[in-house]
């Protein structure tokens, strides 16, 4: 899953942000999607809003918390002139995306997945669950949607992740992957609700909003 809605630009460092009162009808509502799964293992980048998240859907769990699956980091806005934070919020996410390329002038595609394909690998390799639960972000996501069906540091950028969505991945002893479900939003089952966004869409309008308005 990816976390449910957050705000960001509120005053707060993206790691500490904690979930609105939306994005908790959204947690609860995945919660009623996943009814009566019995999870093995509720995983978490530790981030306040992936807890939180968890916690709504199974909220007797123990969570763990790999901090190396947190969001993908971006880089310094302040400073930077607004038409170029549109120009790469609106491009972050679009077709494949090179390695080499820097979310909002911060990390890379790469450096994404040095961190996260490892953490991927540790908990597949452990042979003692059978269904476990990711509550984790939007990039990352992408960065183990793009593994499974790929195979390769191929990242696919358009793996559209809305805040609470479920994705449903099968996988077996050799690391052979099937995807069953992407993107799935309980509380918009076909995700027809509008505006019709995508999260950096959002993200970009949040930016407007916390501007006062105006590019």
Do not use: K
């Not at 880089?75 to 080499?100: C, D, H, K």
């Not at 890379?108 to 476990?132: K, Y």
């Amino acid at each position: 899953m990816r976390h449910a809605q957050v705000r960001y630009f509120q005053g707060l460092h993206p790691h500490e942000v904690t979930l609105t009162d939306e994005g908790r009808e959204q947690a609860r509502a995945a919660g009623e999607a996943l009814e009566g799964i019995a999870f093995d293992r509720v995983i978490t980048s530790g981030l306040p809003r992936t807890v939180e998240t968890a916690l709504a859907i199974v909220p007797d769990a123990e969570v763990e918390e790999r901090p190396a699956l947190r969001e993908i980091e971006s880089g310094e806005l302040r400073g930077v002139a607004p038409e170029n934070v549109q120009a790469m919020m609106s491009t972050a996410f679009r077709g494949i995306v090179p390695n080499e390329t820097r979310f909002l002038g911060g990390e890379t595609i790469g450096e994404l997945f040095d961190r996260v394909l490892p953490e991927l690998d540790e908990i597949l390799a452990d042979d003692g669950w059978d269904v476990a639960l990711l509550v984790l972000h939007g990039a990352v996501n992408r960065a183990i949607l793009s593994r499974a069906l790929t195979g390769t540091r191929t990242f696919l950028g358009a793996f559209e992740q809305a805040p609470g969505c479920i994705n449903v991945l099968d996988v077996d002893t050799a690391g052979s992957f099937v995807v069953r479900a992407v993107g799935y939003t309980p509380y918009d089952p076909v995700s027809v609700r509008a505006p019709r966004v995508t999260t950096m869409e959002h993200l970009w309008q949040e930016y407007l909003d916390a501007r006062g308005g105006s590019p």
